[in-house]
């Protein structure tokens, strides 16, 4: 059945700086999406890639969708407390399959 | 809003039990889902809905079953709790089957 990897599985920034979390599927997908859960709460839906190559922004995080469609990234500039919390990607094939997710925590 | 409600936002069950976990959903949506959420796994798929009285196994629906007699309405069941079920379980709804969710609260399950 379809995989969908994510790495890392942690990630500690120092307030400010950049960083990327990478999603692979072991299948063609026909769409991807992002989730955010901040600590206690639900995952949240951020954003989803449909073609091939798309690039998305939303302020500081920029997602793509890789040309193959079984691959993808986000990436946050100057991180910000707020950014704290894990990030899903979700890789739809009939339905959805998520990935562990990465755990970001902010140094102040 | 959408809005998935979930019926309990924390529950202890004994080990045995038959435990119910309902999910109501405000905006008419077609699918309904149900995952487990457990450290260092991320979402697994439990049981999916894309249509009323309707039912699909995701990936670990061993030990589950599930209810959709109304649109509205999606029960997960336990049929006898076990302690390896002891999870936070995710209850969520989309208006397009591969388009984004709406996730409930989540219920946080123990059974001892």
């Known amino acids: 059945g379809q995989q969908v990897m994510q790495i890392p599985q942690y990630q500690h920034v120092q307030e400010g700086e950049d960083f990327t979390t990478y999603c692979n599927s072991s299948t063609t997908l026909s769409n991807i999406q992002w989730y955010k859960q901040r600590p206690g709460g639900h995952p949240v839906f951020l954003i989803q890639?449909?073609?091939?190559?798309e690039v998305k922004k939303q302020k500081r995080l920029t997602f793509q969708f890789g040309e193959a469609k079984k691959n993808s990234s986000l990436h946050i500039t100057a991180t910000q407390t707020t950014d704290v919390g894990t990030y899903f990607c979700a890789g739809a094939d009939y339905k959805l399959s998520f990935g562990a997710g990465t755990t970001v925590t902010v140094r102040a | 809003d959408v809005k998935v409600t979930q019926s309990s936002r924390y529950l202890v069950k004994r080990t045995g039990e038959k435990v119910f976990l309902e999910c109501v959903q405000d905006?008419?949506?077609?699918?309904m889902f149900w995952y487990r959420q457990d450290p260092g796994l991320g979402l697994r798929l439990i049981y999916f809905?894309?249509?009323?009285?309707?039912?699909e196994k995701g990936d670990i629906p061993e030990g589950y079953s599930v209810s959709r007699e109304k649109k509205e309405r999606f029960s997960l069941i336990l049929e006898s709790a076990s302690t390896n079920q002891t999870s936070m379980y995710l209850c969520?709804?989309?208006?397009?089957?591969?388009?984004?969710?709406?996730f409930g609260s989540g219920t946080r399950l123990t059974v001892v």
């Open positions: 905006m008419d949506h077609e699918n």
């Open positions: 890639l449909v073609k091939s190559g």
């Open positions: 969520a709804s989309s208006s397009h089957r591969e388009w984004g969710y709406t």
């Open positions: 809905s894309y249509d009323v009285k309707m039912k």
